[in-house]
C-alpha cells in the first residue's frame, strides 16, 4: 500500500497546478495508525467537495467488543464517533484557506435522533469506518496543495486520535452510550409481551425548545404517569423505571387547547428512534412500525383501494383502485390509512389538527339530516374499532373538540397542564348520556395491496441519474420531485438522502413488471438488513451522508413518487 510519503509527495508536485491534477491522489495511504482513503476527487474548487474516508483497525481502535456486539449497541456506538469525530473537525474546517470550498471539512451533523448512518461504520472486529467530505484548496483554478497538506497531515490526524480511538475517549462516557442502547432496546422489546404500544417514562421532557430547535425545553413540566396507567421496568443498566404504558387498542388523548396533547403525540411519533442521553425523551419508547396519519390535500395517489372509507363517489370513480393527482384531504387521509395498513403497521398516531373532520367523524345531527346511503365516506370512527380487533392495529387519537370516540376508546387520557390523567371511566358514563346513533356499519373487506409496480425503462437508458435532497422537505429524481414534507417520522435530512438513492437502486434493480410494490420494498428492506446502506450505493464509493429509514418510510417516499407507474 502506498503511504503517507508518497502522497505528500505527489501533493508537492502537483502544487500550482491545474485543479485537475488533484484527481492522481485517488487511492489508499497508510497513516500512523489508520488507512487514509481518497474515495473521489471533485472536479474543480467550487463543485461539491471530495470525499474522504478513514479507516482505522480494530487493534487500533480497540474498543471492547461488547460495547458494539449487539446492532442497537453498535448504532449507538457509531453515532456517539461521529458525534465525537464531528466535534473536533468543526474547530479545523476552513482553517485551510483558498477558493470556493477550499478548506472545508464536513461530517454528518446529527440530530436528536440515533440513527445508522454511512458517515461512520464499525465492522466485525471493531475497526472504525468514517466518511467525510473535504473540500481540495485552490487558489482560483490552481491547485494549492501545502494547504491540502495542512488538513491532511495536521488537522485530519488529530482529530482521528481524538475521537476514533477508545484510549483517548472517556470510558464511562462510552460504556454509557452502549447502556443507553441496552436499556432502550429492553424496553422495546418489552412492550409486545406487556401489551403495550408505547411506554413515556416517569420525569421524561417532551417539548422541544422552540420551532426550529429539537433540544429539550428548559424549565419543562416533566412527564408524570396517573397511577392508574404506570408501568414499571426493570432496566439492565437503569435499573427500575416507571412510566405511563398505553396499552394496545384505542387511545384517546383529550384535554384542552394549549395543555399538551400535540406534544405527547409528537414525542411518541418520533419514539420509533432511540434519542440521545439528556433529549428528555430517551425513555419514550413506541411500537417500531407505529405510523403517523394525517390529511394530506394535494398528494398523488396511485391505485389505492380506499373502499373501507370511501365509495360510491357521485362521479363514480373507482375507489377499489384510487388514483388522483391531486387528493382531497379525506381520500388522502384514507389513502394514508391504507397505506400504512400495507407497510403492517400495528399503529397509528392521530391528531385532530392535521386530520379532515369529515373523515374522522359524521355527528348525530348530520347523519339524520344527510342519510348514510348518500354519504361517501366511512369515517374513521367507524372503523377504528375493526381495526384494532380485526387487524391487530391499534389508535392513538388526539382530540380536543369532538367526544365522538368517547364510545369507541378503550383508554381516555386528559392532559391537563402538561400532565396526563386517566379520565376513561369519568368520561365513559358522561358518554352514556349521549348513546350514538346505532347504526350498524357493515365490516370492511381486507383491502387489496396487490399493485404491480411497471418499470421505468428512462432510467435503463440514462446512466446519469440525478438526485438532490431539498432538507426535510423532498428530494428529486431525474427532475421528478418526491414531496415528503408530510412524512413526519423522517427525521434527518439523510434520510431522505437515503431515499434517492433507495428509489434509484428499486428502478434500476428490482422493478421488473411482476413485483407488486411490497415485493420491491421488501426485497430494499431484506438488502438494507443484509448491507446495510452500502447495499444500495451505485457508485465506486460509499458516500458519507446517508442515514438509514425505516420501512414504513421507503412505502411513503414509493406511494408518493408521482411518476412511478403503479
Ligand atoms: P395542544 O396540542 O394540547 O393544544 P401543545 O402540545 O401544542 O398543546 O402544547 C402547547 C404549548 O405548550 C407548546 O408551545 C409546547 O411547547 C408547550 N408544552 C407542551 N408540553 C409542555 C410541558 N410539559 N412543559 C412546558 N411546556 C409544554
Ligand atoms: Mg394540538
Avoid: W
Amino acid at each position: 500500500m502506498k503511504t503517507f510519503t508518497d502522497l505528500r509527495d505527489l501533493l508537492n508536485r502537483i502544487d500550482h497546478r491545474g485543479y485537475p491534477a488533484y484527481k492522481d491522489t485517488r487511492g489508499a495511504y497508510q497513516f500512523d495508525g489508520y488507512v487514509l482513503s481518497i474515495d473521489h476527487v471533485q472536479g474543480d474548487p467550487f463543485a461539491a467537495p471530495s470525499k474522504v474516508s478513514v479507516h482505522v483497525p480494530g487493534k487500533v481502535a480497540g474498543f471492547p467488543e461488547d460495547l458494539y456486539d449487539k446492532k442497537h449497541k453498535k448504532t449507538a456506538l457509531q453515532d456517539f464517533l461521529i458525534r465525537q469525530f464531528a466535534k473536533q473537525v468543526e474547530a479545523f474546517t476552513f482553517k485551510a484557506k483558498g477558493s470556493g470550498k477550499s478548506g472545508l471539512m464536513s461530517v454528518s451533523r446529527c440530530g436528536q435522533e440515533i440513527l445508522e448512518r454511512t458517515a461512520c461504520e464499525i465492522e466485525k472486529g471493531g475497526a472504525v469506518v468514517v466518511r467525510m467530505e473535504i473540500g481540495f484548496p485552490a487558489n482560483g483554478r490552481t491547485i494549492n496543495s501545502r494547504e491540502l497538506i495542512k488538513i491532511l497531515f495536521d488537522f485530519l490526524p488529530d482529530c482521528v486520535k481524538k475521537s476514533l480511538f477508545y484510549r483517548s475517549l472517556n470510558p464511562q462516557a462510552v460504556r454509557k452510550v452502549a447502556e443507553l442502547a441496552e436499556d432502550q432496546q429492553y424496553i422495546r422489546d418489552e412492550l409486545p409481551k406487556l401489551g403495550l404500544d408505547a411506554f413515556v417514562a416517569n420525569g421524561s421532557i417532551l417539548p422541544r425548545e422552540s420551532g426550529v430547535s429539537d433540544r429539550p425545553m428548559r424549565n419543562a413540566v416533566s412527564f408524570q404517569s396517573p397511577k392508574s396507567l404506570e408501568v414499571t421496568l426493570q432496566l439492565p443498566n437503569h435499573g427500575e423505571l416507571s412510566g405511563m404504558g398505553i396499552r394496545r387498542g384505542i387511545t384517546l388523548v383529550v384535554g384542552g387547547g394549549y395543555h399538551g396533547k400535540s406534544t405527547l403525540l409528537k414525542a411518541l411519533e418520533l419514539g420509533v428512534y432511540n434519542h440521545i442521553a439528556g433529549d428528555g425523551r430517551e425513555y419514550v419508547i413506541t411500537d417500531q412500525t407505529a405510523m403517523k396519519i394525517r390529511a394530506e390535500d394535494g398528494r398523488s395517489i396511485k391505485q389505492v383501494d380506499i373502499s373501507m372509507f370511501i365509495n360510491n363517489l357521485p362521479n363514480k370513480k373507482d375507489t377499489f383502485h384510487f388514483c388522483t393527482e391531486d387528493a382531497s384531504g379525506s381520500t388522502s387521509q384514507a389513502a394514508n390509512v391504507v397505506e400504512a395498513m400495507e407497510t403492517g403497521t400495528r399503529l397509528m398516531l392521530i391528531d385532530e389538527d392535521t386530520s379532515a373532520t369529515n373523515f374522522m367523524i359524521r355527528d348525530e345531527l348530520m347523519q339524520r339530516v344527510v342519510n348514510r346511503d348518500s354519504e361517501p365516506i366511512t369515517p374513521f370512527i367507524d372503523r377504528v374499532q375493526e381495526l384494532s380487533s380485526g387487524y391487530g392495529i391499534s389508535t392513538i387519537l388526539v382530540a380536543g373538540s369532538s367526544g365522538s370516540y368517547f364510545h369507541k376508546a378503550d383508554c381516555i387520557i386528559q392532559m391537563d397542564h402538561y400532565l396526563p390523567k386517566d379520565i376513561t371511566d369519568f368520561a365513559k358514563k358522561e358518554a352514556q348520556a349521549f348513546p350514538m346513533p346505532d347504526e350498524p356499519v357493515k365490516p370492511s373487506d381486507k383491502p387489496s395491496f396487490a399493485r404491480i409496480v411497471k418499470p421505468d425503462f428512462s432510467f435503463k437508458k440514462n446512466d446519469r441519474i440525478k438526485t438532490k435532497t431539498l432538507g426535510k422537505d423532498s428530494i428529486s429524481i431525474n427532475r421528478d420531485t418526491i414531496d415528503l414534507r408530510y412524512v413526519e417520522q423522517l427525521a434527518d435530512t439523510e434520510q431522505l438522502s437515503a431515499l434517492s438513492s433507495l428509489v434509484k437502486y428499486a428502478q434500476l434493480h428490482l422493478i421488473d413488471g411482476k413485483r407488486t410494490l411490497t415485493d420491491v420494498v421488501t426485497l430494499l428492506c431484506n438488502l438494507l438488513g443484509q448491507k446495510g446502506l452500502a447495499g444500495v450505493c451505485e457508485g465506486s464509493y460509499i458516500p458519507s451522508g446517508l442515514a438509514m429509514p425505516r420501512k414504513q418510510e421507503i412505502y411513503a417516499c414509493l406511494n408518493r413518487y408521482r411518476s412511478l407507474k403503479l
